[in-house]
């Protein structure tokens, strides 16, 4: 195994146990290393430290061992397996819920990897070549791991990087078995899931929790959700009972599918109407008096470098939301720009309620569920950020 040499001093992260390293720690690295090879990384005085996947770009390490062991077949199985253990061990696989996410990277100590479980499919995302590489094997301990599982799909093509050259990196499809159309079960409600077109492994999982709270302030309010995709805000208002939901969202094939998940729950749809239109477009001419806003739109900063602007979009969203909700409603915010952390987010929501002048008090304050754990080394994996507030 080839090795990566470490500067003086610039193996403490890793003596932390964070899951990273920079290639500015790095002094040098052995000739012939090649993006997705697994590398020892060894500190200036010529100690072990750890064992990952080589990169090329600011994380030139992702870590999957800090112990000198073989990663083999045996240490995928173990580390999938314990992995589904912490599911299981939070109830997620119920006869009301077959959705949620087996894999989540960093948090279950396999940097560069998401893997979410729709019923009898999976579907898994590689974020670096060392784990494109063993995509087939870790399919194969998917079918034979997680109980009832038949298929597994590789969606890749958008999650890799792009200085890699992997010829075969730009098709998705399936490493076993096959599905055409598939119907996930969350806390109950149904979901169409289109892993084929729709975005991410084709459903924002990480809201469960969020979307169930929504329902018990749904009874008899009107609710707005923003930036809705596939609705899932939406239907868990009208389950809980909502005088009326407004689903927007700027994609019209995001309405097509709210549309259709409203219908899949729900005989009696009068109560629901979508409206494919600009989130700010939406909110600057919306007349209705709503009890209830949803705001959870996609990551404002997906890279460091646009944070300042990320900030002004999130103050000015909750700006004008705060501007139009109904004197003694309550406002959803979030927020799923890793680069922005829940201080920054807290701020710029901060500020847009003192421009509005609006007395506001915090009733909750959210987060990603458990089966989208935070490794305790890993802060940066805290990545969705919420607040629940009561607008007077």
């Given at each position: 195994?080839?090795?990566?040499?470490?500067?003086?001093?610039?193996?403490?992260?890793?003596?932390?146990?964070?899951?990273?390293?920079?290639?500015?720690?790095?002094?040098?690295?052995?000739?012939?290393?090649?993006?997705?090879?697994?590398?020892?990384?060894?500190?200036?005085?010529?100690?072990?430290?750890?064992?990952?996947?080589?990169?090329?770009?600011?994380?030139?390490?992702?870590?999957?061992?800090?112990?000198?062991?073989?990663?083999?077949?045996?240490?995928?199985?173990?580390?999938?397996?314990?992995?589904?253990?912490?599911?299981?061990?939070?109830?997620?696989?119920?006869?009301?819920?077959?959705?949620?996410?087996?894999?989540?990277?960093?948090?279950?100590?396999?940097?560069?990897?998401?893997?979410?479980?729709?019923?009898?499919?999976?579907?898994?995302?590689?974020?670096?070549?060392?784990?494109?590489?063993?995509?087939?094997?870790?399919?194969?301990?998917?079918?034979?791991?997680?109980?009832?599982?038949?298929?597994?799909?590789?969606?890749?093509?958008?999650?890799?990087?792009?200085?890699?050259?992997?010829?075969?990196?730009?098709e998705n499809g399936y490493l076993i078995g096959s599905m055409s159309d598939a119907v996930g079960i969350e806390n109950g409600v149904k979901f169409h899931i289109d892993w084929l077109r729709g975005q991410k492994t084709g459903f924002f999982i990480d809201q469960r929790e969020n979307r169930a709270l929504l329902e018990h302030y749904s009874t008899g309010k009107k609710v707005l959700n923003m930036f809705c995709y596939t609705g899932g805000f939406s239907c868990y208002a009208m389950r809980g009972g909502a005088e009326l939901v407004h689903s927007v969202d700027s994609s019209s094939k995001a309405i097509d599918l709210t549309n259709k998940n409203i219908e899949l729950n729900f005989q009696d749809t009068s109560r629901h109407q979508s409206f494919a239109v600009d989130a700010f477009k939406f909110l600057d001419e919306m007349k209705t008096d709503y009890d209830v806003i949803v705001l959870d739109p996609p990551a404002f900063a997906k890279h460091r470098s646009a944070l300042r602007n990320a900030l002004q979009g999130y103050r000015k969203l909750n700006a004008k939301a705060f501007e139009k909700i109904k004197s003694g409603g309550v406002l959803f915010t979030f927020s799923c720009s890793q680069a922005v952390n829940k201080d920054q987010f807290r701020l710029a929501v901060f500020s847009a309620a003192a421009q509005s002048k609006r007395k506001v008090r915090i009733l909750h304050q959210l987060t990603q569920p458990a089966d989208h754990p935070i490794n305790i080394y890993h802060p940066e994996g805290e990545y969705l950020k919420g607040l629940v507030l009561y607008v007077e």
């Open positions: 195994m080839k090795k990566v040499y470490l500067r003086k001093g610039k193996e403490d992260s890793l003596l932390r146990f964070h899951p990273w390293v920079f290639s500015g720690a790095i002094a040098k690295v052995d000739e012939g290393i090649e993006e997705g090879d697994l590398v020892k990384v060894i500190s200036s005085s010529g100690r072990f430290v750890a064992i990952g996947h080589f990169q090329i770009g600011s994380i030139a390490v992702r870590v999957l061992s800090f112990e000198d062991r073989d990663i083999n077949r045996l240490f995928w199985e173990e580390r999938i397996s314990a992995a589904y253990e912490v599911r299981k061990s939070l109830h997620l696989l119920r006869e009301d819920n077959n959705t949620f996410r087996l894999i989540h990277g960093e948090g279950d100590l396999l940097p560069g990897l998401i893997i979410d479980i729709y019923g009898d499919s999976a579907v898994i995302q590689a974020h670096s070549v060392g784990m494109h590489y063993v995509r087939q094997t870790i399919a194969e301990i998917l079918i034979a791991t997680v109980d009832g599982l038949k298929n597994v799909y590789y969606k890749s093509e958008t999650t890799l990087p792009f200085k890699a050259e992997l010829n075969d990196a730009k």
